[in-house]
Each structure stands twice: as C-alpha cells, then as structure tokens.
C-alpha cells in the first residue's frame, strides 16, 4: 500500500466490503426461517438442515474451484480460451487465498461473491421443501452455487464478460446473474421433483398449503430485506479513479462504479432499492387481494424486477417497473401452477426467476444506448442482448443443468424422498432419537407427576 | 442514441451531473408516480369496503363466540 491515499482506499475498500459479508449473512439467515415457517412441523428439523448445510458445502467447493472459475471464465469457451493468468491468482493453492499483506481485498471481495453463491443455492432449497432427499439438494446446492451462477457471473457480471462486450448485457444489482438462474434452476428440480403430497386435488385443481408459522415467514422476509442492502452495496466498487478503472473515463473524478467498473452512487441504489421495494410492495398488495405473503414476496420482487438497472434508474421508473414485474410475475406463478401442475412451495421460481427475467427485458428498453462497459468497443444495453441474457441466465445455466442432473438423480433413485416418510414427517424418519428421547423424557415425566414413578433430575 | 444521454463513458465526471433515463420527463413521471399512488389508495377504500359488507355478513355466533374466547 503507497502511499496514505492508496492505504486509505484499499482499507476503506476491504472494511466496506466486510460489512455487505456481514449484511448478506442476513439473507441466509430470513431464507433459513422463511423455509422453516413455510414448512410443517413435522419436517422443520430437516428442512433447517438442509439449508444451513448449503453454507458449508458452497463455501469450501467456492474456495476449490468456484472463484477460479470467475476468473478464468469471461470468454471460455465461446470467444476465447480460459484467462490462465487472471484464474491462477484464484487458485485455491495460490498466495493470493490466505493471509497475504500485499492483498488485502481479495479475501473480502471473494466473500462478497460467496454470500450471492449461498443466496443462488439457498432459493433452490426453498422450492422443494418437504419432500427432496438432502443429500440431492446439496448436489444441486453446489452445482448452482459453486458452478452454474458462477459461470454467468464470468459471462455476464465481470468487467471482461462476453456476454457484457457483445450483447451489451447489463445487470447491476444480479436480477439475471442470481435471481433468473435460481429460479431456472429451482423450475429445473421441481420439475422433475414432483409436487408436495396432496399439493394438488385428484382433478388437478392446486390445494394451499399453508405456512406452519406466518411470524416466522414475516421475520424471515424481512431479514431478507436487511440483508439485501448488503447485496446491493457489495455489487458496487465503493471508491475508484478513473485512472484505477484504466477505461474512456477522463480528468481525476473518482467515483464509486458497479460490477462493470461503469459510474453510479451509493446514493442512486439506495433512492432506487427503496423506491422499487416499495413499488413491489404497493402492487402485490393489490394483485394479490391483500395476501400478506405475496404482499412481502412481492417487494422483494419489486426490488428484483429493477435490480438490473438499478444502478442508473429514475426512482419513480424503479418504483413502476417493480409494480409492474409483480403483476406479470403473480400472474404468471398460479398460471404455470395450473398448467403445469408445479408445486413451487415458496415461490421462488416466481419472486427470482420471472422477475429476473422480465427486470432483464425491461432494463434494455430502459436504458437501450446507454454503454455497457467504460472500455472501449463494448456493446451497448439494448432489448435483444438483454432478451438473449435472460434466456442464458434462467434455461440455459439454470433450468437446463438442474433438469438433467435432476434427471439423473431420479433415475438413482436419490432425489426423492419415500411417500411413507413424506407422510410420516422428515424429522420423525431422521431424527427419531431426538422423537424417542422426547417422547421418553415427556412420558417420564408424565409418570412422576401422577406419583408413578421418579421424577428426572 | 441513448436512453441516459451517454452512449459512452468517455467523459470526464466532474462534468456529469444526471444519468438517469428520460432526462426532461421528470414532470411526467411525477405525474405517473403519484397516479399509481392515488390508484393504489382508490383500490384499497373500494376493496376494503366490499370485503367489510361481506365480512358483516358472515358471522357465525357459534366461531364469533369461540374467537372471542381465543382472544
């Protein structure tokens, strides 16, 4: 670090990027009560587990291979070989992954990326609660968060991507780099999963399964919220100059810039963050009939819906297009549940995916012309790219891969669990000692309070 | 030709002031913001009233009795 500036920067850069790590930790903690009071009681142990083990399992094949593959990826395979140079800092065995004082930024900048990985696995796990094998979600946990998100990361959220340069693709705040995958991915293994038991009448007709504890959805949502600021100000570079960007920018303005090293404001995303949350909120709300939980699902699709502009909106346009992205995404949710009999049981191919793809399409009418990248030669956004991206970001890297590998598992015999212990209840399968020892102790003490037999001490 | 009045970055930032889109319809979106707001209220005293009158009508002495109960 030379010099005071320099030292100042670099510190203040890995301090702020800290805290987004500490904020997103929220996200997973609103997903991991929103599943739990989603689910019924007899499957709440399992269905906690199977999301606090996706924090594990996504941070240690992420440090393998997954921040590698950022790197390495932004033109492999389509226009260009791997970026052996740029990957072999992200090795996990390279100098640069450990306690290093010459580098102080890679540590927090790949949590940073990290918690998005854990968020793109984590709505996976929500849509297929109550009734997928464990052990196959946390396949699919690391091939979403770990792999998948990670590629179109590369593609389509890094300053080298093809995707940026040739389609002019443009994603600020990830509505298609880690909602539209996510929900791809999650439509994926529902549909091969199959629905919950009695999800739907023997004339097809969708039944409500209602959430075992809505204060508990309530908390949960609003945790994601939370956490969400620290998403949004992750995706940023908090202080750059134009000469540390190295682009077109000229005289000596620093600025803080997105994903894209392209100018924005900490001040812009959060009018905006605030405004299409809101917008969301209002227009579910009404779609909705005044359902408390696709009113709250419903913001956060608001803010989704505009993530990808997000960087460069209007506030009353963030506001419209979350109004509007709900309305398509609500409607469209029970209409492919009827259609398709699919049982997304927390919406999450609804509240990430249709609103990662319709705020994709919506962004490239709404910023068609504006530039893409501060590097010369770059696309410009504009409606087809950001079409293209959509369809990249929601089949391809996600619906795609889920499906087959879902496919597979399947035909293993590993992705669903047997019709007697969805009945029977997931804890009471897996955690019968914790049942026997409650029912023991319960029974015991039982007995001692009608002076049959020693009370436990 | 672009939406934010930059088709390049290749400008020096102490010279850029907005860069949202449709710079010059700030009146107009206003005019459309607050029309969704009072939209949005409009629908709620309507929705609200029809789902009260029906609401009334719906009582069950027996279920009022026992939610009362339940407090």
Redesign the interface.
């Known amino acids: 670090m030379d010099g005071n500036l320099n030292a100042l920067t670099t510190v203040f850069t890995e301090f702020y990027y800290w805290v987004t790590v500490v904020f997103m930790f929220l996200i997973h903690v609103g997903f991991c009560m929103y599943e739990v009071g989603a689910s019924r009681h007899r499957n709440h142990m399992h269905t906690l587990m199977k999301n606090i083990m996706i924090i594990p399992l996504v941070t240690v094949t992420f440090f393998f291979f997954g921040w590698w593959i950022y790197w390495s990826f932004p033109n492999f395979p389509f226009f260009g070989g791997l970026n052996h140079d740029a990957g072999a800092a992200n090795l996990p065995w390279s100098e640069n992954m450990g306690t290093n004082l010459s580098d102080r930024i890679t540590g927090v900048f790949w949590a940073a990326f990290l918690l998005f990985s854990w968020t793109a696995a984590s709505i996976v796990s929500g849509a297929v609660i109550e009734r997928i094998r464990s052990s196959a979600l946390w396949v699919h946990a690391v091939m979403i968060g770990s792999v998948f998100w990670i590629i179109d990361a590369a593609w389509g959220w890094h300053a080298e991507g093809w995707m940026v340069k040739y389609l002019g693709y443009h994603d600020a705040y990830a509505s298609g780099v880690i909602h539209a995958i996510a929900g791809g991915y999650a439509l994926g293994v529902i549909m091969v999963l199959g629905p919950r038991l009695g999800k739907f009448a023997a004339d097809g007709t969708p039944r409500d399964i209602p959430p075992h504890n809505p204060w508990m959805l309530t908390i949960g949502i609003f945790l994601i919220y939370s956490g969400f600021w620290g998403f949004y100000a992750a995706c940023n570079i908090p202080a750059i100059s ?1 000469e540390g960007i190295g ?7 620093w ?1 803080a810039t997105n994903i894209y090293l ?2 924005t404001s900490l001040s812009a995303i959060t009018f905006n963050f605030l405004m299409s949350l809101s ?1 969301g909120l ?1 227009a579910a ?2 779609v909705s ?2 359902d408390a939980f696709w009113t709250f699902s419903g913001g956060l699709a608001g803010i989704i819906t505009a993530s990808a502009g997000n960087d ?3 506030p ?2 963030a ?2 297009v979350g ?1 509007v992205g709900v309305v398509i995404v609500y409607k469209l949710h029970y209409w492919v549940e009827r259609t398709f009999k699919i049982d997304d049981a927390v919406g999450a191919v609804a509240v990430h995916g249709y609103s990662g793809i319709v705020g994709l399409i919506i962004a490239g009418f ?6 893409s ?2 590097y ?1 030669g770059y696309a ?1 956004v504009n409606p087809v790219g950001q079409t293209i991206g959509a369809v990249i970001m929601f089949f391809v890297l996600g619906f795609l891969p889920a499906f087959v590998i879902s496919k597979m598992q399947a035909a293993a015999g590993v992705l669903r669990i047997p019709l007697e212990v969805e009945l029977q209840g997931l804890d009471y399968a897996e955690h019968h000692a914790y049942e026997d020892a409650k029912a023991e102790i319960i029974a015991a003490d039982k007995a001692a309070l009608n002076g049959g037999g020693v009370p436990a001490e | ?4 009045g ?11 002031g907005a ?4 710079q010059g319809s ?1 009146g107009l ?2 005019v ?2 607050v029309a ?2 009072i939209g ?1 209220h409009r ?2 005293f309507v ?1 609200e009233g029809a789902h009260l009158d029906k609401a009334k009508e719906m009582g069950d002495k027996e279920k009022i009795s026992a939610l009362l109960e339940k407090y």
């Open positions: 134009p682009g077109l920018l000229t005289g000596e303005t600025t392209a100018p917008g209002m709300y009404v009939k005044g460069l909106y209007h009353i346009q506001m419209l109004a709404l910023l068609w012309g504006a530039p990248s501060p010369e410009t | 030709m672009s939406t934010i930059y088709d390049s970055w290749a400008v020096d930032l102490a010279e850029v860069v949202y889109p449709f700030e979106m206003v459309l913001g969704f707001w949005w629908i709620q929705r």
